[in-house]
T-cell receptor
């Protein structure tokens, strides 16, 4: 079945450092890929998405590129802020979210702490 | 911005008791979901619900679990005869195009 593997956490960085959180996936079809973020005490929020190979999702300074050849969707940010401290989840859907069903398969989540 | 609301935020229950977790999805959304996250583990799909019936369920979603949309606004997850291993964060989500998740209910079975 489908699966998502994220780099192990937690990750601790200083403000303005470069962030990479690795994500690789296994899927039988052509999945859509997502990054979700969970701030303390809140629900899962969509951070960015990509629906086909070589698409780049971006939001709030975060980027991730759908790499079919390496089955990866690594999350990057050039300069993190204290407010980026949260748990980040990589996920895939085996259909685009515009069609029915579309369960999400999540990675383990990576706790990011950014210190001032 | 519309939100998915889950209540309670935290529930403690005795092993063997029944619990009902409640969710109010976004009103014009068509698909409804429950996911759970056992502490330190992945977020796992439990069930999806569309047009007043289950559209898909995982192997986790056995006869112990049931879902209902009793009144057109609430969406509930019932867990019968809770076990210690049911302790987890349970997330409700609704979807029109993109997903919107609630903040979760932390269920602790003692």
């Amino acid at each position: 079945g489908d699966s998502v593997t994220q780099m192990e956490g937690p990750v601790t960085l200083s403000e303005e450092a470069f962030l990479t959180i690795n994500c690789t996936y296994t899927a039988t079809g052509y999945p859509s890929l997502f990054w979700y973020v969970q701030y303390p005490g809140e629900g899962l929020q969509l951070l960015l998405k990509a629906t086909k190979a070589d698409d780049k999702g971006s939001n709030k300074g975060f980027e991730a590129t759908y790499r079919k050849e390496t089955t990866s969707f690594h999350l990057e940010k050039g300069s993190v802020q204290v407010s980026d401290s949260a748990v980040y989840f990589c996920a895939l859907s085996d259909q685009t979210q515009e069609t029915s069903g579309s369960r999400l398969t999540f990675g383990e989540g990576t706790q990011l702490t950014v210190n001032p | 911005e519309p939100e998915v609301t889950q209540t309670p935020s935290h529930q403690v229950t005795q092993m063997g008791q029944e619990v009902i977790l409640r969710c109010v999805p976004i009103s014009n959304h068509l698909y409804f979901y429950w996911y759970r996250q056992i502490l330190g583990q992945k977020v796992e799909f439990l069930v999806s619900f569309y047009n007043n019936e289950i559209s898909e369920k995982s192997e986790i979603f056995d006869d112990q679990f049931s879902v209902e949309r009793p009144d057109g606004s609430n969406f509930t997850l019932k867990i019968r005869s809770t076990k210690l291993e049911d302790s987890a964060m349970y997330f409700c989500a609704s979807r029109y195009y993109g997903y919107t998740f609630g903040s979760g209910t932390r269920l602790t079975v003692v």
